[in-house]
T-cell receptor
Framework: AQSVSQHNHHVILSEAASLELGCNYSYGGTVNLFWYVQYPGQHLQLLLKYFSGDPLVKGIKGFEAEFIKSKFSFNLRKPSVQWSDTAEYFCAVPNDYKLSFGAGTTVTVRA | KAGVTQTPRYLIKTRGQQVTLSCSPISGHRSVSWYQQTPGQGLQFLFEYFSETQRNKGNFPGRFSGRQFSNSRSEMNVSTLELGDSALYLC??????????????FGEGSRLTVL
């Protein structure tokens, strides 16, 4: 069954720094991938998704992710973070009538 | 368009009691999933319902059960509560089963504390 792994548990950075969060999926073939975000005190929401086509996917709030098949990766990026990007970020993959989530990465942006 | 509504938002129970959590999906959504979120285990899948049928169940003991009604509203029940059941229980809805789209719309969760 497909699964995803996130290697960064907690990332701390300053405003205007660039952000990259790693996500690897378990095996090849057709795969759909997602990034979800959970801001403090708010519900989980979809940041962006990849189904097929252009491997560079753009999402909300200036985030993007690149699907690299040869590396089984779907890393999330933002060129310049803001304090409001402080949140927990989850990579996810559909798997047998459910979404399997990675362990999550907590991102803290210092003003 | 109203989002996913979960009730109650917070509740405190003692060991051995049971609890029922409710979820109203977005209007028109027929699929409802439940997840347990804890700091140590992250997001763990509980079950998914589509058109009143349980499509999948996660690796949780039989104390955890759920159902979906004809109006797509869903409930989950946990019997004989244990301390380890303390968690944020998230409900998510989607138009189709999550295997097809993976795009879920989450509620704010029900935070259960077991004393």
């Amino acid at each position: 069954a497909q699964s995803v792994s996130q290697h960064n548990h907690h990332v701390i950075l300053s405003e205007a720094a660039s952000l990259e969060l790693g996500c690897n999926y378990s095996y090849g073939g057709t795969v759909n991938l997602f990034w979800y975000v959970q801001y403090p005190g708010q519900h989980l929401q979809l940041l962006l998704k990849y189904f097929s086509g252009d491997p560079l996917v753009k999402g909300i709030k200036g985030f993007e992710a690149e699907f690299i098949k040869s590396k089984f990766s779907f890393n999330l990026r933002k060129p310049s973070v803001q304090w409001s990007d402080t949140a927990e970020y989850f990579c996810a993959v559909p798997n047998d009538y459910k979404l399997s989530f990675g362990a999550g990465t907590t991102v803290t942006v210092r003003a | 368009k109203a989002g996913v509504t979960q009730t109650p938002r917070y509740l405190i129970k003692t060991r051995g009691q049971q609890v029922t959590l409710s979820c109203s999906p977005i209007s028109g959504h027929r699929s409802v999933s439940w997840y347990q979120q804890t700091p140590g285990q992250g997001l763990q899948f509980l079950f998914e319902y589509f058109s009143e049928t349980q499509r999948n169940k996660g690796n949780f003991p039989g104390r955890f059960s759920g159902r979906q009604f004809s109006n797509s509203r869903s409930e989950m029940n946990v019997s004989t509560l244990e301390l380890g059941d303390s968690a944020l229980y998230l409900c998510a809805s989607s138009l189709h089963p999550s295997k097809r789209t993976g795009e879920l719309f989450f509620g704010e969760g029900s935070r259960l504390t077991v004393l």
